[in-house]
C-alpha cells in the first residue's frame, strides 16, 4: 500500500495563492500518473489538475490559466500551485495516484491522501 501525504492548505484571502505538495510513500514519484481532486461540501469530488508519468499536463476548465502541477522525481513530490484563488477554490484537496495515464475518472485511482483543506474569503 502507497500512502499519499499532502499539505501546504491553510486560509487565504481571494487573489493570494498557495501551493500544496504531495509525497507517495514508495519513492516513485516518477512512474505513477499523479491527479489533484477537490471536494467542496454538498458537491461531488471533482479533478483539478493531473500530470502523467511523462510529464503531460491535464487541467479542469476553471483553473486553467491559475493552477499549474508539476513534479520534482528528485525530491519525491508533486505540487499544485494556485494563483489568483477565489471563494469558489474552497475545498478539500486530494492527492491521488494511479499507474497510468490520468483522467478525471475517480475510480481509477489506486491510492489517495486524507485531503487538504484549502479556504478563500472574498
Known amino acids: 500500500v502507497v500512502q499519499l501525504q499532502e499539505s501546504g492548505g491553510g486560509s487565504v484571502q481571494a487573489g493570494d495563492s498557495l501551493r500544496l505538495s504531495c509525497v507517495p510513500s514508495?519513492?516513485?514519484?516518477?512512474?505513477?500518473?499523479m491527479g489533484w481532486f477537490r471536494q467542496a461540501p454538498g458537491k461531488e469530488r471533482e479533478g483539478v489538475a493531473a500530470?502523467?508519468?511523462?510529464?503531460?499536463?491535464s487541467y479542469a476548465d476553471s483553473v486553467k490559466g491559475r493552477f499549474a502541477i508539476s513534479k520534482d522525481n528528485a525530491r519525491n513530490k508533486v505540487y499544485l500551485q494556485m494563483n489568483s484563488l477565489i471563494p469558489e477554490d474552497t475545498a478539500m484537496y486530494y492527492c491521488?495516484?494511479?499507474?497510468?495515464?490520468?483522467?478525471?475518472?475517480?475510480?481509477?485511482?489506486?491510492?489517495w491522501g486524507q485531503g487538504t483543506q484549502v479556504t478563500v474569503s472574498s
Open positions: 491521488a495516484a494511479k499507474n497510468s495515464r490520468c483522467n478525471w475518472d475517480v475510480s481509477t485511482y489506486i491510492y
Open positions: 500530470i502523467d508519468p511523462d510529464g503531460t499536463t
Open positions: 514508495d519513492g516513485r514519484i516518477g512512474s505513477w500518473g
